[in-house]
């Protein structure tokens, strides 16, 4: 990184020869990411060194494994980039986020440097649309009531007298925000025969989806299921509450695989709490989910421990992304997921 007349220039892509790649993803989840082939592939781009974000918290630490360094693939947990660890990485032409949110990596700072960074966020799109439809087609099916039935030692009469199951096919979905991932989860509902409304004001005109498109009110007075994808920015805080939420017809679902700050926790919970609508949640306000949280004790609902993105497939594809990602820098082609400051503000 280059500063002339107070003005951050970025130098030009180096080449593969002398490139030297710092490859910092959590020990965990290391080997799902980076399998022996993409290792091999990351190989072949420059000199890789692969040190945990663990053992980079401190900044004398982290100058020592960057010092030199030219590009940064980085995952959850690895040391934010302000204009202090910008300055002990003087080298730095290029991040490339393994994983999908950026705001806790990049800073004011990084912006202002100029340098190029991209994330393989898309990587988990189908993993996450795939776990919404699991959800929506459970729901639908009172999967999850006569499974607690029957392991609560409710009698089989009892556990076969909940409300009357619905198909997929001809039901009614609402979508609210046509994310990548929304996309992914629409496709997968209008295969399976279901109707469906989507609320996103920013539909473009001419988007095969624009047929589709509603209001938040509507999708939620009108849908057998919603599901939310959409992201978590300041304008989408708090969009789903009371009021939305009593939209929703008597024994509706609600299905939510994004963030829990989209919706009013404590507004859904009296809803389901109620025995009026069941819910799927992936996402929660406290994370991890407490012991005691009454969530865990309704009948009617589904709860996953924030696990939707996290696939063995999502995993392979985000490493392959990265190495994409640098294939396109080296040689000096755009990347196709990179990121400016505007895109992360709706990307949330």
Same mark, same amino acid.
């Given at each position: 990184?280059?500063?002339?007349?107070?003005?951050?220039?970025?130098?030009?892509?180096?080449?593969?020869?002398?490139?030297? @790649?710092?490859?910092?993803?959590?020990?965990?989840?290391?080997?799902?990411? @980076?399998?022996?082939?993409?290792?091999?592939?990351?190989? #072949?781009?420059?000199?890789?060194?692969?040190?945990?974000?663990? #053992? =980079?918290?401190?900044?004398?630490?982290?100058?020592?494994?960057?010092?030199?360094? *030219?590009?940064?693939?980085?995952?959850?947990?690895?040391?934010?980039?302000?204009?202090?660890?910008?300055?002990?990485?003087? $080298?730095?032409?290029?991040?490339?986020?393994?994983?999908?949110?950026?705001?806790?990596?990049?800073?004011?700072?990084?912006?202002?440097?100029?340098?190029?960074?991209?994330?393989?966020?898309?990587?988990?799109?189908?993993?996450?649309?795939?776990?919404?439809?699991?959800?929506?087609?459970?729901?639908?099916?009172?999967?999850? #009531?006569? *499974?607690?039935?029957?392991?609560?030692?409710?009698?089989?009469? *009892?556990?076969?007298?909940?409300?009357?199951?619905?198909?997929?096919?001809?039901?009614?979905?609402?979508?609210?925000?046509?994310?990548?991932?929304?996309?992914?989860?629409?496709?997968?509902? =209008?295969?399976?025969?279901?109707?469906?409304?989507?609320?996103?004001?920013?539909?473009?005109?001419?988007?095969?989806?624009?047929?589709?498109?509603?209001?938040?009110?509507?999708?939620?007075?009108?849908?057998?299921?919603?599901?939310?994808?959409?992201?978590?920015?300041?304008?989408?805080?708090?969009?789903?509450?009371?009021?939305?939420?009593?939209?929703?017809?008597?024994?509706?679902?609600?299905? $939510?695989?994004?963030?829990?700050?989209?919706?009013?926790?404590?507004?859904?919970?009296?809803?389901?709490?109620?025995?009026?609508?069941?819910?799927?949640?992936?996402?929660?306000? #406290?994370?991890?989910?407490?012991?005691?949280?009454?969530?865990?004790?309704?009948?009617?609902?589904?709860?996953?421990?924030? =696990?939707?993105?996290?696939? @063995?497939?999502?995993?392979?594809?985000?490493?392959?992304?990265?190495?994409?990602?640098?294939?396109?820098?080296?040689?000096?082609?755009?990347?196709?997921?990179?990121? @400016?400051?505007?895109?992360?503000?709706?990307?949330?």
């Amino acid at each position: 990184m280059n500063i002339n007349n107070g003005v951050a220039s970025t130098p030009p892509p180096p080449t593969a020869a002398g490139l030297r @790649i710092l490859l910092s993803i959590p020990d965990v989840e290391r080997a799902a990411f @980076i399998s022996p082939e993409t290792h091999a592939a990351l190989n #072949q781009l420059g000199e890789v060194t692969a040190i945990a974000p663990a #053992q =980079l918290q401190s900044l004398d630490a982290f100058a020592a494994a960057a010092a030199g360094t *030219d590009i940064f693939i980085t995952a959850w947990g690895f040391p934010r980039l302000d204009a202090e660890h910008l300055a002990a990485a003087p $080298n730095l032409k290029c991040v490339v986020h393994a994983a999908s949110s950026l705001h806790a990596l990049v800073s004011d700072a990084f912006w202002a440097a100029g340098i190029p960074i991209s994330q393989a966020g898309a990587a988990m799109a189908p993993a996450v649309a795939e776990l919404s439809l699991t959800f929506t087609l459970s729901l639908l099916r009172r999967v999850h #009531q006569l *499974d607690h039935s029957l392991r609560n030692g409710t009698n089989w009469d *009892d556990a076969r007298a909940v409300p009357r199951a619905r198909e997929v096919s001809g039901a009614r979905i609402g979508v609210v925000g046509a994310s990548r991932t929304g996309r992914r989860y629409i496709d997968a509902c =209008l295969a399976l025969g279901a109707t469906v409304s989507v609320y996103d004001p920013y539909i473009p005109q001419g988007d095969p989806l624009a047929t589709s498109s509603a209001s938040l009110q509507d999708v939620m007075a009108n849908s057998d299921v919603v599901a939310v994808h959409a992201p978590a920015t300041n304008e989408t805080e708090g969009l789903i509450g009371a009021a939305e939420l009593a939209l929703l017809p008597d024994g509706a679902a609600f299905v $939510n695989t994004a963030r829990s700050t989209i919706v009013d926790m404590e507004a859904l919970y009296k809803e389901v709490h109620s025995g009026r609508i069941d819910a799927a949640l992936d996402v929660f306000d #406290q994370e991890p989910l407490p012991a005691d949280s009454p969530w865990r004790s309704l009948p009617n609902v589904l709860l996953t421990p924030h =696990l939707g993105g996290a696939t @063995i497939d999502s995993r392979r594809r985000a490493g392959g992304i990265v190495v994409d990602e640098l294939r396109r820098f080296i040689s000096g082609q755009p990347m196709e997921h990179a990121l @400016i400051r505007t895109d992360l503000e709706r990307m949330g």
